[in-house]
Nanobody
Framework: QVQLVESGGGLVQAGGSLRLSCVASGSIFSINAMGWYRQAPGNQRELVATITSGRSTNYADSVKGRFTISSDNAKDTVYLQMGSLKPEDTADYYC?????????????????WGQGTQVTVSS
């Protein structure tokens, strides 16, 4: 079974920092890209940041200069370092991965989502 497990969420004051981690495990042949999305109550899920296996990154305008996405390809892990946090960053943060998984000699493309980790920023 292939899965993503996030960690690192919590409660922090405005201006503070948090680091999220996400580990992919299971029968993974390769990962092309990983990323973070977030969903605040009453809002749609939105992209926060993505990173490819070649370490090309993409950020939402709202987090540019404050958040940094990085990855450890050998460990199938992605991180999100969040700084200068604002109350509007409060949301459930979800890890996403796209790549190829295998079962025996059968390979297929996959897109996975983690279960989410809550980030709350108090003013």
């Amino acid at each position: 079974q292939v899965q993503l497990v996030e960690s690192g969420g919590g409660l922090v004051q405005a201006g503070g920092s948090l680091r999220l981690s996400c580990v992919a495990s299971g029968s993974i042949f390769s990962i092309n890209a990983m990323g973070w999305y977030r969903q605040a109550p009453g809002n749609q899920r939105e992209l926060v940041a993505t990173i490819t296996s070649g370490r090309s990154t993409n950020y939402a305008d709202s987090v540019k200069g404050r958040f940094t996405i990085s990855s450890d390809n050998a460990k199938d892990t992605v991180y999100l370092q969040m700084g200068s946090l604002k109350p509007e960053d409060t949301a459930d943060y979800y890890c996403n991965a796209a790549g190829t998984v295998y079962s025996g000699s059968y390979y297929r493309d996959m897109e996975l989502w983690g279960q989410g980790t809550q980030v709350t920023v108090s003013s």
